[in-house]
Each structure stands twice: as structure tokens, then as C-alpha cells.
């Protein structure tokens, strides 16, 4: 299961930080990743980071949104720093990786909504 907190109403410019938490049954944590969705628009990749903790951004979040994981906790983070009103929509997290059966899993969480407004 799935996780996300941290979410939230802030202004133009401001600060968030997202935490997305893994737990269950779970051997290894492989790809992370955070994808949005705005109201009418389909769900979009924003950010991942591997095991190896290469990362790659949408083009319109690089250089303002930092993607981390702390795979002791089963954690991954998203911090969102220079927010724009654009940036609202709904955060999902997602994960893949093996269970203790060594069975392959991706999960995605609920969501949690950030709204960027003055």
C-alpha cells in the first residue's frame, strides 16, 4: 500500500514537500515516481527516481521540483519549491518494485491535492 501526505493550499511562489510511504510485503523498491493530474486534463508524469538515484523531471517542473527516497523508511519525496497557480492538480505517487515472494508490483497511492492560488 500507498501513502501520500503533504499537500496543500500555498501561494504563488511558494513551498510544498509531498511524502509518499510503501508498506506491506515488500523485498525491494525499484522505480518511484510522481505524476499529477489537473481538473480536465489527463494524468501526467512529473518526476522519477531509480534505485540507483538517477532522476528525470517533466520539463516544466526541472529546476523547481526535487524527487528523493529513503529506502530504509520505504519513502519517496517530492519538494516543490518556486510553485505556480499551474502547478495545482492532484499528486499521485507511484511505485514499483518486488515483493518478499519476489513477485513483481506497481502500486500507485490516492493522491493528495496541492492547489497554488493567491
Known amino acids: 500500500q500507498l501513502q501520500a501526505s503533504g499537500g496543500g493550499s500555498v501561494q504563488p511562489g511558494g513551498s510544498l514537500r509531498l511524502s509518499c510511504a510503501a508498506s506491506?510485503?515488500?523485498?525491494?523498491?525499484?522505480?518511484m515516481s510522481w505524476y499529477r493530474q489537473a481538473p480536465g486534463k489527463p494524468r501526467e508524469w512529473v518526476a522519477s527516481?531509480?534505485?540507483?538515484?538517477?532522476?528525470n523531471y517533466t520539463d516544466s517542473v526541472q529546476g523547481r521540483f526535487t524527487i528523493s527516497r529513503d529506502n530504509a523508511k520505504k519513502m519517496v519525496y517530492l519538494q516543490l519549491s518556486s510553485l505556480k497557480p499551474e502547478d495545482t492538480a492532484v499528486y499521485y505517487c507511484?511505485?514499483?518494485?518486488?515483493?518478499?515472494?519476489?513477485?513483481?508490483?506497481?502500486?500507485w497511492g490516492p493522491g493528495t491535492q496541492v492547489t497554488v492560488s493567491s
Open positions: 507511484r511505485v514499483s518494485g518486488l515483493t518478499q515472494g519476489f513477485a513483481p508490483f506497481d502500486r
Open positions: 506491506g510485503s515488500i523485498y525491494r523498491l525499484d522505480r
Open positions: 527516481i531509480t534505485r540507483g538515484d538517477s532522476t
